[in-house]
């Protein structure tokens, strides 16, 4: 299986990362297995799950079917907040699941700040750094003032910070406070989760036309071009496919200006604020 030649981004830790993988959020665990299968298969080396997704296990089966040597993949998962108090051992259980000795990159999944335990979590995977058995730690929906606290409590900057971002909801002041910082950004729900009529706007059908591309496809783009790390949801092959076909062109300065101004600060998930499911 050929890998595709996908632009990889240097975290802070001198680790790097793909910067398109494949995300399993809301696949259901009968399909995961064939549907992370299928993404090795087209070429994909960067797979992102999570333990509350319920599909780690089905995710390891699909890697260790594929023979691919494991220092040719990026895996990431992340601990759930009623784990936060044990991180340790959630991490534990997650490699199980998984079938691997070591994941690529660990996420504290949500702050919950009502819990009060982001920082003492923060703090567990700090020592699971520590053992080798993540090679990078970051942090999910982390806010500026969540951030904050945890390089004030411990002074150790998280790799990554996995975000709710698309062209209607574009988290500019989080997003420089990450690059000022040194953390990369990730895309969770890149393409707006298919909740909008984002693939309708005049920005993105015109660079569609304009280049020969799909609407999903421009969105992607657009990413990339800011450097942003995306791992769009699909459960097709074929879409698979499309979504890694975006390497071949170039946004121009005023296409992406365009999608820039589409910014609406309009996001279609939970509030890291006040989320506080366990």
């Known amino acids: 299986m050929t890998a595709l030649q996908i632009p990889e981004i240097k975290l802070n830790d001198g680790n790097r990362i793909p910067q398109l993988g494949l995300g399993v ?4 665990p009968g399909e995961t297995e064939r549907i992370v299968a299928e993404a090795l298969e087209v070429g994909y080396r960067h797979i992102d799950t999570a333990r509350i997704y319920d599909n780690e296990a089905e995710t390891g089966r699909a890697i260790a079917a594929s023979g691919i040597p494991r220092d040719n993949l990026f895996i990431t998962t992340k601990l759930w907040n009623s784990d936060q108090e044990d991180p340790v051992a959630a991490f534990e259980q ?5 079938g691997l000795d070591a994941v690529d990159l660990y996420l504290v999944h949500w702050p919950v700040p009502a819990a009060g335990t982001a920082v003492g979590a923060w703090r567990g995977l700090i020592e699971i750094i520590g053992s080798g058995r993540a090679r990078s730690i970051g942090v999910s929906n982390f806010e500026i003032e969540h951030l904050r606290e945890l390089l004030d409590e411990t002074g150790v900057v998280p790799a990554v910070n996995q975000i709710e971002l698309h062209p209607l909801h574009q988290r500019r002041e989080l997003r420089e ?7 990369a950004v990730e895309a969770w729900g890149p393409l707006a989760q298919g909740k909008s009529d984002l693939f309708e706007r005049d920005a993105i059908t015109a660079a569609a036309a304009s280049h020969g591309k799909s609407p999903a496809q421009i969105v992607l783009r657009w990413h990339v071009q800011h450097g942003t790390i995306v791992f769009p949801k699909t459960i097709r092959r074929a879409r698979m496919i499309e979504n890694a076909a975006i390497f ?9 200006a365009a999608i820039d101004a589409l910014d609406e600060q309009h996001n279609f998930g939970p509030d890291p604020r006040t989320f506080d499911v366990r």
């Open 248 to 256: 071949d062109f170039v946004l121009g300065d005023d296409e992406m």
């Open 94 to 98: 997650s490699l199980e699941r998984l």
């Open 25 to 28: 959020f809301k696949v259901d």
């Open 177 to 183: 406070f990450c690059a000022a910082h040194g953390i």
